[in-house]
Nanobody, 118 residues
């Protein structure tokens, strides 16, 4: 069973910053399209940011210019730097590693809570 482990969530004031990290010892992210998704109460899970195997990045419209996704091949981690956080960013954030295009599985973490509130 592949486990993706997210860390770095917490409570932050509006305008603040947080960095989320996703790690695993069971697969190597270089072989997967990886991304961060979030789900707020009563809403559908949505894409926040993704980074492909060849380092092409994509962002949800609501986070463009504020969030940055990065993959560290040596450490085998995927990070999400979140700046200028807003209350509407409050959600559970999930890490995803999608290798379905290559038949190597699609894996999710259990999520980490991010709360933006004064």
């Amino acid at each position: 069973q592949v486990q993706l482990v997210e860390s770095g969530g917490g409570l932050v004031q509006p305008g603040g910053s947080l960095t989320l990290s996703c790690a695993t010892s069971q697969i190597h992210f270089n072989f997967y399209n990886t991304g961060w998704y979030r789900q707020a109460p009563g809403k559908q899970r949505e894409l926040v940011a993704s980074i492909s195997r060849d380092f092409v990045t994509k962002y949800g419209d609501s986070v463009k210019g504020r969030f940055t996704i990065a993959r560290d091949s040596a450490k085998n981690t995927v990070a999400l730097q979140m700046d200028n956080l807003k209350p509407e960013d409050t959600a559970v954030y999930f890490c995803n590693a999608d290798g379905s295009n290559w038949g190597i599985g699609d894996y999710w973490g259990r999520g980490t809570q991010v709360t933006v509130s004064s």
